[in-house]
T-cell receptor, first 113, second 113 residues
Framework: EAQVTQNPRYLITVTGKKLTVTCSQN?????MSWYRQDPGLGLRQIYY???????DKGDVPEGYKVSRKEKRNFPLILESPSPNQTSLYFC????????????FGDGTRLSIL | GDSVTQMEGPVTLSEEAFLTINCTYT??????LFWYVQYPGEGLQLLLK?????DKGSNKGFEATYRKETTSFHLEKGSVQVSDSAVYFC????????????FGRGTSLIVHP
């Protein structure tokens, strides 16, 4: 089954404790993205990647890192999480071609205390 | 830059009512247009898309027509069900030199029995 898999689905942690949210897709998609979803603000893009070893900042990259060492994986790293990063996070992937839709994971709910 | 404007929600309807969710956009290129749906506790999933002017996308009884002259892509359904309760996102595909899709803020739909 074609899917984007994120882990963990839920995480409660404390300020300053490094964490990684993993994302994997099995569709051989070139493009991958991370979004955060906050009430009243919709979806905001954090980082995106156009292919292996090619990443770029989205609209809200501060406090986040990403890497794309393999085509299927695109982890999101919070080196020193803070409470304002409490949010619902989505990973997405799509094939090349501007008419291709995004495929989303089920989301990761992060709470930073 | 590109932008998407969706009607504010929530939209509250009784079962079997007619639904319209308005979406207008500004774009420098000629993007594909998408509607995504997010059910509670899940990620976004593609509902329908249209890739050129006057195309009509349809799925699960929902329809939307790509209107280039009015830069609109309104979502309609003739008879909503309780199971249609969700958040609906209008989106532009990447276009021109941008690899990044643009999402509206989402419109919550609540359908009462």
């Amino acid at each position: 089954e074609a899917q984007v898999t994120q882990n963990p689905r839920y995480l409660i942690t404390v300020t300053g404790k490094k964490l990684t949210v993993t994302c994997s897709q099995n569709m051989n998609h070139e493009y991958m993205s991370w979004y955060r979803q906050d009430p009243g603000l919709g979806l905001r893009q954090i980082y995106y990647s156009m292919n292996v070893e090619v990443t770029d900042k989205g609209d809200v990259p501060e406090g986040y890192k990403v890497s794309r060492k393999e085509k299927r994986n695109f982890p999101l790293i919070l080196e020193s999480p803070s409470p304002n990063q409490t949010s619902l996070y989505f990973c997405a992937s799509r094939a090349a071609g501007n008419n291709q839709p995004q495929h989303f994971g089920d989301g990761t709910r992060l709470s930073i205390l | 830059g590109d932008s998407v404007t969706q009607m504010e929600g929530p939209v509250t309807l009784s079962e079997e009512a007619f639904l319209t969710i308005n979406c207008t956009y500004t774009a420098t290129g000629y993007p594909s247009l998408f509607w995504y749906v997010q059910y509670p506790g899940e990620g976004l999933q593609l509902l329908l898309k249209a890739t050129k002017a006057d195309d009509k996308g349809s799925n699960k009884g929902f329809e939307a027509t790509y209107r280039k002259e009015t830069t609109s892509f309104h979502l309609e359904k003739g008879s909503v069900q309780v199971s249609d309760s969700a958040v609906y996102f209008c989106a532009l595909g990447a276009s021109g030199g941008s690899y990044i899709p643009t999402f509206g803020r989402g419109t919550s739909l609540i359908v009462h029995p």
